[in-house]
């Protein structure tokens, strides 16, 4: 599997800490200081998933040099759909992908990295030749506006990586590992609601909908610190790569702080740990793809560089993935 392309598509409503402590009760200090995150982006009326992630796609297109016509698979990896029988299929249509097959993955803030593996399966069986992987997310949807604790977290944002098959011994997927604990799911939820309404004598039908983001901060912080460093010196193990050779960090964006005690606990310096949680909070399943997206296109990610990739979140769940650029440099 060959990555050759990617694109990014954010909204145009940025949300300063400063915007947000005009509504709850905090300060641009104290979210920077806890978390790096200095904004967010917000989605408008007009800028649901389904067109921030076609915009991605598209941008992904033109840089990989396809026509939408040669996509054989669209993986759109998202927790917060347009329609909960699947949103991938939209995506399929505003591009005009005839050709794809699409559906969508949910794993939340792991999701991205868990369908570009998906989608590296289907590559190497020789069933498909070229796939879209999209990460998107719109988790403005469900934060509560009125809990300090979560609202300050989290933005909305789309990106796209093209990817097609190739001789094994050039392959850009070196490497992955995938884990799940839900043991530990009630650490990060967006759960059903529990309400009913009654149907017949003595039968009630439970009633859709969902509660906004629920986090217990201080053990998901805790499960990163601890888990992404051991997966990610497994999968380096595995692959006989010493972090020495690695020219990025390429991490889900949720807390500067993990991203911070990752790359101290492999002797990496700041300069190669790739960035932008402050710019857009964390946006789930689009952290990877939209960090790889903007590295690539500012030039920083150069043709055969190497990348260490992990994405972790609600599940809880975990991977990682090594990773070889092969598409355009800027």
């Known amino acids: 599997m060959a990555l050759v392309g990617s694109g ?31 904004a967010r982006r917000i989605a408008a009326a007009d800028e649901g998933l389904t067109a921030l992630a076609a915009r991605a796609a598209r941008a992904c297109l033109e840089q990989a040099g396809w026509q939408a016509e040669q996509v054989d698979l669209i993986v759109l990896a998202t927790s917060s759909p347009d329609d909960l029988f699947g949103t991938a299929p939209r995506v399929q249509a505003a591009l005009g992908a005839r050709n794809a097959v699409a559906f969508d993955l949910t794993a ?22 070229r796939a ?4 998107a997310d719109q ?12 609202c300050v977290l989290f933005g909305d944002g789309a990106a796209a990586v093209a990817v097609e098959a190739c001789p094994a011994e050039q392959t850009g997927l070196l490497g992955f590992r995938m884990r799940s604990d839900g043991s530990r799911n009630a650490c990060l939820t967006l759960a059903q609601t ?81 960035s932008n949680l402050a710019d857009y909070g964390n946006t789930s399943a689009a952290t990877i793809p939209l960090m790889l997206d903007e590295a690539v296109r500012d030039g920083r990610v150069q043709p055969g560089h190497l990348l260490a990739s992990s994405g972790f979140g609600a599940g809880l769940s975990w991977g990682a993935a090594l990773l070889r650029w092969q598409g355009p440099a800027a």
């Open 8 to 38: 990014s598509a954010v909204p145009a409503t940025r949300v300063s800490n400063s915007d947000l402590s005009a509504r709850v009760e905090t300060s641009d200090d104290w979210i920077r200081s806890r978390t790096g995150i200095a």
């Open 108 to 129: 939340a803030c792991s999701g991205f990295l868990f369908a570009l593996i998906t989608a590296g399966q289907y590559l190497a069986s020789g069933s498909m030749r």
């Open 132 to 135: 879209l992987v999209i990460g």
């Open 139 to 150: 988790l403005s949807r469900w934060v509560d506006w009125d809990d300090r604790r979560t």
């Open 194 to 274: 529990d309400l009913h309404t009654p149907l017949l004598p003595g039968v009630t039908a439970q009633q859709g909908g969902f509660a906004p983001i629920q986090m217990n901060g201080q053990e998901v912080y805790k499960f990163a610190v601890r888990e992404v460093p051991a997966i990610l010196a497994e999968l380096l193990e595995a692959t006989g790569t010493s972090p020495d050779q690695l020219n990025w960090l390429l991490l889900h964006q949720a807390n500067q702080r993990i991203l911070d005690a990752v790359a101290e606990r492999f002797a990496m310096p700041s300069e190669q740990v790739l």
